[in-house]
């Protein structure tokens, strides 16, 4: 049985009439671009997300973008974010011509390591960029503590964590200065094309957001400060306002996929538990692990269902000849890619991260999946991993993190 990585026709499907009326109502106003639909969006998604000031924009690479233009960032200036995440994070603070500081992350929950932002903080940081990745929250309090005691505002890259809350029930991207949200298909709450959300609680930012949104322009034709063309269409605004009631249900939809896969695989014995960060002869693949479960429901939203295995590449490919989909977020971390090279950075001191790149496999776990489905990319691993388990690990770095043993 065929098991795509993602099939966004189910979710199409059980929302054509409303969608199509959407989009219609919007073809019939002729009103294209902001306007009301995105205007009762922004409203809805502050009720959402518990935030003051929701600003439709035109992608999550522009809500970044917009969010080191609010701040002034620009030559001399240094930005620090994970060096594992998608390339966005790292772009819009090359693109105003400041300098990304590459931190490692941690080896449970994947994302930035406060410890580590510390030491790297000096007196040209001018931001700190913690990724909500796979949709579970960074460690924000700490963050937010950091940033506070340096003067340094936190931009939370909240792209694949709409609706994730910490273990208070606070949503992330409604506490740091500015939050930056992604509307592109393949995220937890996907626009028919491109667009992103860029949040704020300071009445001051939320002015300034709205004018770099529109060129900064206010009035019309009066241009005070450098904006851009990041503005929201209404057929974008009306398909995510659609969509929204049904986010929760989607949130659940995926976490009950990923207990259902953390339940199999340990009945199958090839892993212990979630968390586990070493392979042994009881963890041929590691789980991910919600680290704030039996807090608030929504403590990970699993944008992503993330395994790891020292054999990553092959099971990829026995995957793929099985028409199951899987696919590799991210397999070179910043640190590595050649556009960085003029960094000159030290490969070993991102040990975590390397392992990552090397052993993480992100397999289905869209809300629509069945239990069948499920099951079948289950026994198709298991199957895999135990004729596997007793050759050569291909993670070209187990020496260095200590992942294998
Ligand atoms: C998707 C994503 C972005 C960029 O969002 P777009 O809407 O595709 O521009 C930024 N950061 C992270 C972590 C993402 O996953």
């Keep these: 049985m065929p098991v795509p990585l993602l099939d966004l026709k189910i979710q199409y499907q059980a929302l054509k009439p409303e969608l199509d009326a959407a989009l219609i109502r919007v073809a019939e106003s002729q009103i294209s671009i902001l306007g009301p639909e995105v205007d009762a969006l922004e409203r809805e998604l502050e009720a959402y997300l518990g935030v003051k000031h929701a600003i439709g924009v035109s992608s999550g690479t522009d809500a970044l973008l917009m969010a080191m233009m609010a701040y002034d960032i620009g030559p001399g200036d240094e930005v620090i974010m994970p060096t594992f995440s998608f390339f966005a994070t790292a ?21 930035i390591d406060p410890a580590l932002i510390l030491k790297a903080i000096t007196p040209r ?21 950091i940033g506070k005691a340096h003067g340094v505002p936190v931009i939370e890259d909240a792209a694949q964590a709409i609706g994730t809350q910490t273990s208070d029930g606070r949503r992330v991207g409604s506490i740091g200065e500015i939050g930056c949200f992604s ?28 004018q770099i949104r529109n060129h900064g322009m206010e009035p019309r034709y009066y241009h005070k400060i450098m904006g851009g063309n990041f503005r929201l269409d209404a057929m974008q605004g009306a398909v995510l306002r659609v969509k929204l009631p049904f986010l929760e249900s989607w949130h659940a939809g995926r976490r009950r996929n990923a207990e ?15 968390g586990v960060t070493t ?22 939203i ?39 090279a003029h960094l000159h950075l030290n490969d070993g001191d991102y040990p975590v991260s390397n392992c990552l790149a090397a052993t993480v496999l992100s397999v289905p776990i869209y809300p629509e999946l069945t239990t069948a489905q499920i099951r079948e990319v289950v026994a198709t691993i298991v ?5 596997h388990a007793s050759t050569p690990s291909e993670c070209a770095d187990c020496a260095e993190c200590g992942t294998h043993t």
């Design 383 to 387: 199957e895999f991993e135990r004729t």
């Design 279 to 300: 392979f042994s002869e009881h963890d041929l693949i590691l789980l991910p692990k919600a680290i704030n479960a039996g807090t608030s429901p929504d403590n990970h």
């Design 183 to 210: 509307f592109y298909p393949t995220k937890n709450l996907g626009a028919m094309g491109d667009g992103g959300l860029v949040t704020t609680n300071d009445d001051a930012l939320n002015i300034k957001l709205r």
């Design 125 to 145: 940081t001018k931001a700190v960029i913690p990724v909500h990745l796979f949709g579970q929250a960074a460690d924000i309090d700490a963050i937010i503590a």
């Design 91 to 111: 772009g819009c603070v090359s693109r105003v011509g400041a300098t990304p500081v590459f931190v490692d992350v941690d080896h449970v929950s994947f994302n």
């Design 302 to 340: 699993f944008n992503q269902f993330t395994i790891r295995s020292a054999h990553r590449d092959a099971l990829r490919a026995h995957l793929q000849s099985k028409g199951i989909g899987a696919e590799i977020y991210y397999p070179v971390p910043f640190h590595r890619q050649e556009c960085y």
């Design 260 to 274: 259902l896969y953390t339940q199999l695989f340990i009945e199958s014995g090839i892993s212990s538990g979630a």
